[in-house]
């Protein structure tokens, strides 16, 4: 799978969008980018996935550069409740083993 | 709520002890994985049962070892139990074997070996 870089933490108001990059300037034509956030010690919580074109469900938007080199998760309108570490996976698309998980994004959301 | 359910919740154990942890996948997955997440190591990949048999092994030790049963529930069983396999342990489960679909995963169990 390939390697993913994203910032060790952001800050973002309530009510904002929060916008998270994550770089994946490896991957392969048959990779997707997948999002999973986890909030303090709960089970990861799938978010979004997408192989190229933008995405968008009812959590959030997947932003995927035209290269694919890098992508964004658009959290919309910011809440206390998504206050949470937010990982960018990327991952074949036969292959439905193991999620490698690196450190993420701790997201933090403030008043 | 994931559909994926974890019990115990908390186990608190001594060393040299052996403890069970059990999974109950969402209804219709027939996929459950097993990741190991310790303060230093972040979240790690431990193994993966679809439709009963073993079909993935990440950095699983030799003392621990798990099974899926006809019903799809899963066990992960940890033995001779040391301080650093004190950890929470979550359970995930996804539709397929092949293709990849997303994970659900569980509230967890957190272990304490003392």
């Known amino acids: 799978d390939a390697k993913t870089t994203q910032p060790t933490s952001m800050d973002c108001a309530e009510g904002r969008a929060a916008n998270l990059p994550c770089n994946h300037s490896?991957?392969?034509?048959?990779?997707?980018v997948y999002w999973y956030r986890q909030i303090h010690s709960q089970g990861p919580q799938y978010i979004i996935h997408?192989?190229?074109n933008n995405e968008t469900n009812e959590m959030a938007s997947l932003i995927i550069t035209e290269d694919r080199k890098s992508s964004t998760l658009i959290l919309p309108h910011a809440t206390l409740r998504d206050t949470a570490v937010y990982y960018c996976i990327v991952r074949v698309a036969i292959d439905a083993s193991k999620l490698t998980f690196g450190t993420g994004t701790r997201l933090q959301v403030t008043l | 709520d994931s559909g994926v359910t974890q019990t115990p919740k908390h186990l608190i154990t001594a060393t040299g002890q052996r403890v069970t942890l059990r999974c109950s996948p969402r209804s219709g997955d027939l996929s459950v994985y097993w990741y190991q997440q310790s303060l230093d190591q972040g979240l790690q990949f431990l193994i993966q049962?679809?439709?009963?048999?073993?079909?993935a092994k990440g950095n699983i030790l030799e003392r621990f070892s798990a099974q899926q049963f006809p019903d799809l529930h899963s066990e992960l069983n940890l033995s001779s139990l040391e301080l650093g396999d004190s950890a929470l342990y979550f359970c995930a489960s996804s539709r397929g074997g092949t293709i990849s679909y997303e994970q659900y995963f569980g509230p967890g169990t957190r272990l304490t070996v003392t």
């Open positions: 049962y679809y439709n009963g048999e073993e079909r």
């Open positions: 490896t991957i392969s034509g048959n990779e997707y």
């Open positions: 997408g192989l190229k």
